[in-house]
Structures are given as structure tokens and as C-alpha cells.
T-cell receptor, first 113, second 112 residues
């Protein structure tokens, strides 16, 4: 039972353009949604989060949008840089049960110079 | 500030054996979570410890067990290893809010 789904295994974008990574979820009880970035041979690194009571959160080049009615969120990276090439995981968490976090399968982003 | 560390980096075990993986949490963090990441998948939640008590568990059998120590470091023990246990095991620590987690580099376990 995949509660968090990232349907695109990979995405290729030209440097300077926008990268849009998508994520769908099935459990309406999630309170928070997070994005993590993972480079090879390293653990995931927290990138940005959004509370379920908001529809947008922005941090520099990274913006996360949440559409609760569609149970969909997206991460926008503008402008994309070669250093952004990594695997991006969408995750969801609830503040009941100790913030158990459910991860999607990840999307590998390639930013071409 | 010391980040999350895990040991060993790599490990090869035989089916049926037992293994212990170790994690030192980030300074000031009292919550540790363990995840299993199989190839091509996202991290799967195993369990979480808060102040030495188990505080949530995912869909893993009882042969996966853990401990958290007074200094908030943690161990993951897996008994009766199976081939499907081959994966990257990630440890993550978090602070008071518990939301943002800091991950270690992981331990790559291979079961033959």
C-alpha cells in the first residue's frame, strides 16, 4: 500500500530552466509534507517542508505547492543548476504516532549544463 | 555540531545470521528513526525511538529490534537474516519537533 507516490522515476532539465517534481498521496491524515534530496553515498538531506494548512512554501530557489483536494504536491526548482542533480524524495508525516514518515520511491533529477 | 554517523559502512552476512547496526545521533537530538531502503525504492520506516522507548513501528517483523541508549545513540538488530534483508539501512535523528530529520550515510547490508 503506497501512501506516497512519485510516478516519474527520472526527469531531465536544462540548466537555468524550471524543474517540477510531482508527488501524490492517498492518506488525508498527513499533517506535513517534506522533500529530501539524496546524493550518491550520502543520506537524504532535508530540503523544504509544508504544513497541510498551507498551500505554498518558498525557500530561495525551492517552492513547494500543496493541493489538498487533489492530494498532490509539487516541488519547483527555479533556476535549476547542475548541482541540483540528485534523487528527490517526497515524504509525508503525521504528528500522531511520533511523526512516522512515509517516503515515496524518489525521482532522479538530471540538470544538464 | 556533530552530524549523524553510522557504523559499519558495509557489511556482508550469511542467511540465518544476526547483525547489529549502530547509529550516533546528532548532538541535542533525542529521537532516532531507522529506515530500510531497497534498491530503487524510498526509505521504508522500521521504527522510532524517543528517550529510550519505542515510539512507533512500521510493517517489519519482530526479528527487527532496536535499542536507544541514554546518550541517544541507537542500535538496530536483525535476527535470522533473509536474502530480502539486503538493503541500505538509514538512521535519522530529530529534535524537539520531530519533523525535520537528519540522516546518516547508511549501512549497506548484503545477505548471501
Amino acid at each position: 500500500d503506497q501512501q506516497v507516490k512519485q510516478n516519474s522515476p527520472s526527469l531531465s532539465v536544462q540548466e537555468g530552466r524550471i524543474s517540477i517534481l510531482n508527488c501524490d498521496y492517498t492518506n488525508s491524515m498527513f499533517d506535513y509534507f517534506l522533500w529530501y534530496k539524496k546524493y550518491p553515498a550520502e543520506g537524504p538531506t532535508f530540503l523544504i517542508s509544508i504544513s497541510s494548512i498551507k498551500d505554498k512554501n518558498e525557500d530561495g530557489r525551492f517552492t513547494v505547492f500543496l493541493n489538498k483536494s487533489a492530494k498532490h504536491l509539487s516541488l519547483h526548482i527555479v533556476p535549476s543548476q547542475p548541482g541540483d542533480s540528485a534523487v528527490y524524495f517526497c515524504a509525508a508525516s503525521s504528528d500522531t504516532g511520533g511523526f512516522k514518515t512515509i517516503f515515496g520511491a524518489g525521482t532522479r533529477l538530471f540538470v544538464k549544463a | 555540531e556533530t552530524g549523524v554517523t553510522q557504523s559499519p559502512t558495509h557489511l556482508i552476512k550469511t542467511r540465518g545470521q544476526q547483525v547489529t547496526l549502530r547509529c550516533s545521533s546528532q548532538s541535542g537530538h533525542n529521537t532516532v528513526s531507522w529506515y530500510q531502503q531497497a534498491l530503487g525504492q524510498g526509505p521504508q520506516f522500521i521504527f522510532q525511538y524517543y528517550r529510550e522507548e519505542e515510539n512507533g513501528r512500521g510493517n517489519f517483523p519482530p526479528r527487527f529490534s532496536g535499542l536507544q541508549f541514554p546518550n541517544y545513540s541507537s542500535e538496530l538488530n536483525v535476527n535470522a537474516l533473509e536474502l530480502d534483508d539486503s538493503a541500505l539501512y538509514l538512521c535519522a535523528s530529530s529534535g524537539a519537533t520531530g519533523l525535520e530529520q537528519y540522516f546518516g550515510p547508511g549501512t549497506r547490508l548484503t545477505v548471501t
